[in-house]
Structure formats: C-alpha cells, structure tokens
C-alpha cells in the first residue's frame, strides 16, 4: 500500500471538519483506507508541524497554517480536475486523477496549468483549437485552418 503524504491528510481533515466540526481518527482513517495507528502517528506529525491541533481519541483540528494549506491544494486540485475535464475527460474521473497528480506537480507547472485553465474558460465558446482537438479526439484526423497550413505550422 502506498504511503499517504501530509497533503492528503491536510486535505482529509479539512474536507471532514467541514462536514462534521472536526477529523476523529477513525474516521481518517477509514476515508483514507489506512489503519488508526498509523493516523494517530500522522496526526502527532501534523502537530509538531504546526497543521493541526491534536487531542488523543478525540481528532484533529486544523490550524490557520492547517487551513491555508488545504485551500491551496483545494485550488490545485480544481486546477487539476478542469484542466483534464477541458481535455475531454468526464468530470468524476477528473477528480479521481487530480487526487492522484496534484501532490506530484511542481509549483511552476501548477501556475502554468492554472493560467491554461483560466485562458481556456474566458476564451470565447469552443475556439477553433478546442474545435479541432474534439474532432482529432472523436476520428484520429488532424485538421487545420488554411493560414497555418500554408505556413507548415500545423502538421496535418
């Protein structure tokens, strides 16, 4: 089984304070799919980090360091999710993939994705790009406009 890292343990309580006040230990970890002790430990880490406050069989309570940090890798993973969604991927697999590529892209690659998503959203409805890459998705063809043709800036 694959270790969880901080950032899904920050994300988790954040997401379970919201639902029900506060992250009990149990209840991380059957969200998590990983053992109660291994929370406990975890959540020991969080502390001394400064992410959470702690109380032994009771849970966790993020702290506002906690909570920044969630919020921003809550906007990561948006970015993530509808930039693979403007790919063509339906939205609750693009959540599944951005829980999974969110903790793994450097930050420079992050602000590039989220000035690609904010570019494509306020384009005008489907540019002929997008257009041209629903066709290339559906058939496998490559198609063009005639400019970037006569260029050879567009490989056909």
């Excluded at 109660?36 to 966790?60: C, D, H, N, R």
């Excluded at 890798?73 to 063509?88: K, P, S, T």
Aim: proline fraction near 4%; aromatic fraction near 8%; glycine fraction near 6%.
């Amino acid at each position: 089984m694959r270790r969880k890292t901080v950032e899904e343990y920050v994300e988790t309580i954040f997401v379970l304070e919201k639902k029900e006040g506060a992250a009990h230990t149990g209840k991380i970890a059957e969200v998590m799919g990983v053992k109660p002790p291994s929370v406990t430990e975890m959540l020991q880490k969080l502390q001394e980090s400064g992410f959470v406050k702690y109380k032994p069989f009771i849970g966790a309570n993020l702290t506002s360091s906690g909570k920044n940090k969630a919020r921003k890798l809550m906007d990561r993973h948006r970015v993530i999710a509808d930039f693979i969604e403007i790919l063509g991927v339906n939205r609750e697999l693009a959540e599944i993939d951005a829980c999974q590529l969110e903790h793994h892209v450097s930050e420079t690659t992050m602000q590039r994705l989220e000035k690609f998503v904010e570019f494509v959203r306020d384009s005008p409805q489907d540019p002929r790009w997008m257009e041209h890459f629903k066709h290339y998705l559906k058939t496998g063809v490559k198609i063009g406009c005639g400019s970037c043709m006569e260029e050879n800036k567009f490989d056909p």
